[in-house]
């Protein structure tokens, strides 16, 4: 399946399922989605469903837990395990909470994340202790106002853990508003390659882009880790509330969450034709 048309029908299910049962963070699950969906099908990392049953597949680390929702809806989608279901999110069947919540039926999680600025750190424990396997740690732009995030990146440089890819949400929103408008982190992609890491700043909803960097990593050249700075929008695709702070916690109105699902809709057909 095109990628652009999986996105639209993983985004139309996580709209209904957070609107339904009011939860999910919505701003950010949107915008991360793309790249989930890059790193899953790409096909230059161990994340398929038959890796994860072998127990040989890559790691993946959702530093910014509160989009767990995109990540439970896409192993949903693709049958990683039947663990995965949207119909149980946050409910008391099983642990799909807001925040990745790792038990012993879904192993697939690689740690658990809430508290902002801890996947990172993890993520290069994970990376150093196993050096034969690839770690991808997802983090957000507001995350990295977090301290914890920039010791680790010393750690991460000073041991050159080449097999650790960091990837940056970078949608320019937290809770209280534009980052750039708030605390500006001016030039990201100069800081990062000040403390020695190979730097690729890209559009976060173009999954050629995404692939290319992601296959750019996988090849085990890199001399310097490397982090992916991914440009994308808050909310993608909600009609109203795009690149707002109110979707970070909020919800469309019912005529917003209506006419995002009419459009969305139109766009699934459209492709569906070709």
Same mark, same amino acid.
């Given at each position: 399946m095109n990628n652009y048309l999986l996105s639209l029908k993983i985004k139309k299910?996580?709209?209904?399922?957070?609107?339904?049962?009011? !939860? &999910?963070?919505?701003g950010g699950? +949107?915008? /991360?989605? $793309?790249?989930?969906?890059? +790193?899953?099908? %790409?096909?230059?990392?161990?994340? #398929? =469903?038959? $890796?994860?049953?072998? =127990?040989?597949? $890559?790691?993946?680390?959702?530093?910014?837990?509160? @989009?767990?929702?995109?990540l439970y809806a896409l192993m949903e989608h693709l049958n990683i395990s039947s663990y995965y279901k949207l119909e149980d999110f946050n409910s008391s069947n099983?642990?799909? +909470?807001e925040h990745p919540t790792l038990t012993k039926n879904n192993l697939e999680i690689? %740690?658990?994340? &809430?508290?902002?600025?801890?996947?990172?750190?993890i993520s290069s424990g994970l990376a150093?202790?196993?050096?034969?396997?690839?770690?991808? %740690? /997802?983090?957000?732009d507001g995350e990295l106002f977090e301290g914890s995030n920039w010791e680790a990146l010393f750690f991460i440089a000073a041991k050159k853990l080449t097999n650790l890819l960091i990837i940056v949400d970078c949608n320019n929103f937290i809770t209280l508003g534009k980052i750039s408008n708030i605390l500006s982190q001016n030039n990201l992609k100069k800081?990062?390659?000040s403390f020695n890491f190979n730097v690729d700043e890209i559009d976060g909803h173009n999954f050629n882009r995404i692939?290319?960097?992601?296959?750019?990593?996988?090849?085990? !050249?890199?001399?310097?880790?490397?982090? +992916?700075? %991914? =440009?994308?929008?808050?909310?993608? &695709?909600?009609?109203?509330?795009? #690149?707002?702070?109110a979707i970070h916690h909020?919800?469309?109105?019912? =005529?917003?969450?209506?006419? @995002?699902?009419n459009k969305i809709d139109k766009q699934i057909k459209s492709y569906e034709k070709f």
């Amino acid at each position: 399946m095109n990628n652009y048309l999986l996105s639209l029908k993983i985004k139309k299910k996580i709209l209904q399922t957070a609107f339904e049962k009011r !939860k &999910g963070h919505l701003g950010g699950s +949107l915008s /991360v989605l $793309d790249i989930l969906i890059s +790193l899953f099908t %790409c096909g230059h990392l161990k994340l #398929n =469903k038959k $890796d994860f049953i072998k =127990k040989n597949n $890559d790691k993946l680390i959702l530093s910014k837990g509160h @989009t767990a929702i995109a990540l439970y809806a896409l192993m949903e989608h693709l049958n990683i395990s039947s663990y995965y279901k949207l119909e149980d999110f946050n409910s008391s069947n099983k642990s799909l +909470l807001e925040h990745p919540t790792l038990t012993k039926n879904n192993l697939e999680i690689s %740690c658990e994340t &809430g508290a902002l600025g801890h996947g990172l750190p993890i993520s290069s424990g994970l990376a150093i202790a196993n050096s034969k396997k690839k770690v991808v %740690c /997802v983090i957000g732009d507001g995350e990295l106002f977090e301290g914890s995030n920039w010791e680790a990146l010393f750690f991460i440089a000073a041991k050159k853990l080449t097999n650790l890819l960091i990837i940056v949400d970078c949608n320019n929103f937290i809770t209280l508003g534009k980052i750039s408008n708030i605390l500006s982190q001016n030039n990201l992609k100069k800081k990062f390659q000040s403390f020695n890491f190979n730097v690729d700043e890209i559009d976060g909803h173009n999954f050629n882009r995404i692939g290319n960097s992601i296959k750019k990593f996988s090849k085990n !050249k890199l001399s310097k880790p490397m982090v +992916l700075l %991914c =440009k994308t929008i808050k909310g993608k &695709g909600i009609i109203g509330m795009e #690149n707002t702070a109110a979707i970070h916690h909020g919800f469309p109105s019912q =005529k917003q969450f209506e006419q @995002t699902l009419n459009k969305i809709d139109k766009q699934i057909k459209s492709y569906e034709k070709f």
